[in-house]
């Protein structure tokens, strides 16, 4: 079976409930097929910000080893709970721990995302049209930090171009823009003033990056909603890049013209490029990128292997970079 | 009571490898335990370093001479964390590849840096004994004037490696410089109160 890329939903119409939970179980039920017996063949619950809220499991259509190339894997997943306690989200502080320590302070109900710039159709998506517009799916994505760590993680979301495609994006859309949430009295991070980031943190890909299918809007991991410190309620996904450009608690998406500047570019261009693929060829200056530790690891294993080019993604995104220097380009 | 301090202090200078070693085995290091124990076993290597430039200006301020008894200890466990840092930087990062020790210290300014503040405490640790120290002499006190170094070099390996928030690495730098900024203005006292001295001799 080969798992449809396309919604089938016109970009105008706003699914109701009742047809997407029949649309939902018609898919669980052609995906079960594949994968009898899956734990991910989540249970039927209504979405909305009250299933956020609550904890529950979204419904999804599961990864499985049928889904298109770079899907899916079957290397080990790392454990839900570590996943939850080991974070970058410098908004929260610059420890591993401080995200699941202090992002339940943030507020995720009520969401939107305003999505505007180089579109023929700006507006705002409320996350219960986020929820309940999309067809959600399970990603299961290798995730690779510039930090030489890396874990993998079943992501729940869409594909960023579903929601680029509706809002119907002009000739001039070279790039697309993300803007983090700023929220200075919840978000300890932002108020530290010795912190060099221009809040709120930005991110950028190039439009031919965002339209491509392994780009995931995810909503949630291991079948349940996002948790905070892992970017509630939508954050990107862009598995062949660098962790830091996979934005987290997106609040704006701008399609620009010109090429957008990033946070970390920001602050280091020598260190951190716009593209931020993953590239062991590529040195940074602070770690060596030749190697990774995948999480978790014990004190007796390190865990220890070879990174890949682009993640191990290069069949799906190599073609992007035809005739770029990444040397230069990085 | 004089004779159970250093038995103490030397407990207490075991205190944070045990405790970071018994998380370590109760898996209460996160997932990445190796990089936890090294980044915590590095910041008391700092804190200790700290501790071992205070005694000083602590034994000034008290009038409390035999303090300066509890020094060498406290550098040397400076030295056995700084050490036991790198090994395991060695093991988790590097899977103990000596080419790539070579690569990180001669390509991260920041590795340079902590290397060669251990490098420098490395001979000072060798001739920490009362016996080195009454075969050297008046060198004795000339090397280990090597401190000072190793206490730039600290701080650089600090602050090099943040990534946005310099908080943390602040606080460190700042301590470190009003420690030798101490001894400076003790070092142009001293001076200048040996010229008066010339002055008054002439
Ligand atoms: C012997 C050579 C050394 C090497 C190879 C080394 C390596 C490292 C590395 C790789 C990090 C983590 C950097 C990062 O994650 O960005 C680190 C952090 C650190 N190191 Fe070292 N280091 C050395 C010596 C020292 C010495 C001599 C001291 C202090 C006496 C020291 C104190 C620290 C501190 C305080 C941290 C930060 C810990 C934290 O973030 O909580 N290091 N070192």
Redesign the interface.
């Known amino acids: 079976m080969r798992t449809p890329f396309k919604s089938g939903i016109p970009s105008s119409e706003i699914t109701s409930e009742s047809a997407w939970l029949k649309r939902r179980q018609l898919m669980t039920a052609v995906a079960g097929g594949a994968l009898v017996g899956s734990a991910l063949a989540s249970a039927l619950v209504s979405p909305g910000a009250s299933a956020l809220a609550a904890g529950q499991s979204l419904r999804h259509r599961p990864a499985t080893a049928n889904s298109p190339a770079g899907f899916y894997t079957t290397e080990s997943l790392t454990p839900y709970e570590d996943v939850k306690r080991y974070n970058n989200f410098y908004e929260f502080g610059t420890d591993k721990g401080d995200p699941a320590r202090h992002a339940h302070k943030m507020s995720i109900d009520p969401w939107s995302v305003r999505v505007d710039g180089a579109v023929d159709k700006p507006g705002v998506l409320n996350l219960e049209d986020i929820l309940t517009g999309f067809d959600l799916e399970e990603r299961v994505y290798r995730l690779r930090c510039v930090e030489a760590w890396s874990m993998v993680v079943p992501w729940m979301g869409f594909p960023l171009s579903d929601l680029l495609k509706r809002f119907q994006p002009t000739s001039k859309a070279k790039y697309v823009q993300f803007y983090t949430l700023l929220d200075r009295e919840h978000m300890r991070g932002q108020r530290s003033f010795t912190s060099s980031i221009d809040w709120p943190y930005v991110e950028g890909l190039r439009m031919d990056e965002a339209m491509n299918p392994l780009t995931l809007m995810a909503v949630g991991l291991y079948g349940k909603p996002m948790p905070n410190q892992n970017g509630a309620p939508i954050r990107l996904v862009v598995p062949w890049k660098y962790g830091f450009k996979s934005i987290k608690s997106i609040f704006r998406i701008r399609l620009t013209q010109r090429r957008p500047k990033t946070s970390w570019e920001l602050i280091a261009p020598q260190e951190y490029g716009f593209y931020a693929n993953v590239n062991p060829q590529v040195d940074h200056p602070r770690w060596s990128q030749k190697t990774e530790r995948r999480l978790p690891s014990t004190l007796f294993s390190p865990n220890r292997r070879d990174t890949l080019m682009f993640n191990g993604y290069g069949e799906q995104v190599a073609h992007l970079y035809k005739g770029m220097d990444l040397t230069r380009d990085y | 009571m004089q004779r159970a301090v250093k038995p103490l202090l030397f407990l207490v200078c075991l205190l944070p490898l045990a405790s970071l070693v018994w998380a370590?085995?109760n898996y209460q290091l996160?997932?990445?335990?190796?990089?936890?124990?090294m980044l915590e076993i590095g910041a008391w290597a700092a804190r200790l370093l700290i501790a071992t430039l205070l005694v000083s200006p602590l034994r000034t301020w008290s009038g409390w001479v035999s303090l300066l008894r509890l020094r060498r200890m406290l550098g040397l466990f400076c030295f056995f964390y700084a050490s036991v840092h790198l090994s395991l930087f060695a093991?988790?990062?590097l899977?103990w590849v000596a080419e790539?020790l070579l690569?990180?210290i001669v390509?991260?300014p920041?590795i340079s840096a902590g290397f060669t503040a251990w490098l420098i405490m490395l001979p000072l640790a060798l001739t920490s004994n009362r016996a080195m120290q009454r075969r050297l002499r008046r060198n004795w006190q000339r090397l280990h004037r090597g401190v000072y170094a190793a206490a730039v070099l600290v701080s650089l390996h600090i602050l090099w490696?943040v990534?946005?928030?310099?908080?943390e690495a602040?606080v460190y730098a700042l301590i470190f410089a009003l420690l030798l900024a101490w001894r400076l203005m003790r070092y142009r006292k001293k001076q200048s109160s040996a010229s008066n001295a010339k002055l008054l001799d002439a």
């Open positions: 370590a085995v996160g997932p990445d335990p190796g990089e936890k124990l093991h988790f990062y899977g790539r690569e990180e390509e991260r920041y490696q990534r946005s928030d310099f908080g602040l």
